[in-house]
C-alpha cells in the first residue's frame, strides 16, 4: 500500500493543533518474529529517516558504480564478442524488467473479498469468481504490456547502427547496475532504522545497514516482508542512473 497519512489532532489547554504524518513521526508498525523466534518491532520510516536512508542509499550505490570503472573495458568486449543478435536480446530483456517493475506498479490489484456474516452462498461465490476474473484478466494484461515493451525494444535495436547499439548497451548495462545497487542499499538502510527492540522502540536492533546484510537470509527476507506489507516504495523512486561522478 501507498506510505499512510494520518492527521492527529492534540490539545494543548484551548487550543488544538493539527498534524500529519509527514510532519510529526509516525511510529505505524508490528511485531515480527523471527526464524529463531526473536520478536523484534518494524515501524514504517518518518519521513527524516526515509531521506536519510535514500542519501546513504545512493552513496552506496554511487561507491559500487565508481568500484565497476576499472571493469567497463571487459563488459564492452563481452558486447562486442555477443554480435547483433545478443545485444538485441540483452536490450530487449532490460527493456521487458523495466516495463516488469512498472506494471506492477502501475496496475491495482484488489483486495480479495471477505465473506459477510450474512452472506449466502450464491452471492459468495459469484463475488469470488467475479475477483477471480478481474485477477486473471489484470494478469492478461501486463502479460501483454511487458511483451510488447520487449519486442518493441528487439526492433529498435535491430535497425540501430552497430556502433550505437553497442554504446546503448553499454550505457543501459550500467543503469541497470545502478537501480539495482541503489535497490538493495535501500533494502538495507531502511531495515537498519525500522527494525527496533519491542523493549524499547527508539532502539534499532541492529547497528548499521552492513549488519542487516550479514544476517541469513531468512531473516532478512522476513523483515523485508513485513516492512513492505507496511511501506512499499514506488519504482519512480528508484534512480534511473549513476551519478555523473560515475560516469
Known amino acids: 500500500m501507498d506510505r499512510i497519512v494520518e492527521a492527529y489532532t492534540f490539545k494543548f489547554g484551548k487550543d488544538q493543533i493539527l498534524i500529519n504524518s509527514y510532519s510529526f513521526p509516525s511510529f505505524i508498525g508490528q511485531e515480527c518474529t523471527l526464524p529463531d523466534g526473536e520478536t523484534v518491532w518494524v515501524q514504517v520510516l518518518n519521513t527524516l529517516q526515509l531521506g536519510a536512508a535514500e542519501e546513504a542509499a545512493s552513496l552506496r550505490a554511487a561507491m559500487e558504480m565508481a568500484g565497476l570503472t576499472p571493469l567497463m573495458g571487459g563488459v564492452r568486449l563481452q558486447f562486442e564478442q555477443g554480435g547483433e543478435t545478443a545485444q538485441c536480446e540483452w536490450l530487449a530483456e532490460n527493456a521487458?524488467?523495466?516495463?516488469?517493475?512498472?506494471?506492477?506498479?502501475?496496475?491495482?490489484?484488489?483486495?480479495?473479498?471477505?465473506?459477510?456474516?450474512?452472506?449466502?452462498?450464491?452471492?459468495?461465490?459469484?463475488?469470488?469468481?467475479?475477483?477471480?476474473?478481474?485477477?486473471?484478466?489484470?494478469?492478461?494484461?501486463?502479460?501483454?504490456?511487458?511483451?510488447?515493451?520487449?519486442?518493441?525494444?528487439?526492433?529498435?535495436?535491430?535497425?540501430?547502427?552497430?556502433?550505437?547499439?553497442?554504446?546503448?548497451?553499454?550505457?543501459?548495462?550500467?543503469?541497470?547496475?545502478?537501480?539495482?545497487?541503489?535497490?538493495?542499499?535501500?533494502?538495507?538502510?531502511?531495515?537498519?532504522?525500522?527494525?527496533?527492540?519491542?523493549?524499547?522502540?527508539?532502539?534499532?536492533?541492529?547497528?548499521?545497514?552492513?549488519?542487516i546484510a550479514d544476517l541469513p537470509d531468512a531473516y532478512r527476507e522476513t523483515l523485508a516482508a513485513v516492512y513492505a506489507g507496511l511501506d512499499t516504495v514506488n519504482p519512480a523512486q528508484i534512480p534511473t542512473s549513476p551519478p555523473d561522478c560515475c560516469l
Not at 169 to 194: D, G, K, P, Q
Open 96 to 211: 521487458a524488467a523495466i516495463a516488469r517493475s512498472h506494471a506492477e506498479d502501475a496496475i491495482h490489484v484488489p483486495a480479495a473479498p471477505i465473506r459477510r456474516p450474512d452472506e449466502n452462498e450464491t452471492s459468495w461465490t459469484e463475488r469470488v469468481q467475479e475477483w477471480q476474473q478481474t485477477m486473471d484478466g489484470m494478469e492478461e494484461r501486463r502479460t501483454e504490456y511487458i511483451a510488447r515493451e520487449r519486442s518493441a525494444a528487439f526492433d529498435h535495436a535491430l535497425f540501430m547502427q552497430p556502433d550505437e547499439r553497442l554504446e546503448r548497451c553499454i550505457s543501459e548495462w550500467r543503469e541497470a547496475r545502478h537501480r539495482r545497487a541503489y535497490a538493495l542499499a535501500m533494502v538495507m538502510e531502511t531495515l537498519a532504522r525500522a527494525v527496533r527492540l519491542v523493549s524499547n522502540r527508539q532502539q534499532c536492533r541492529w547497528p548499521s545497514a552492513a549488519a
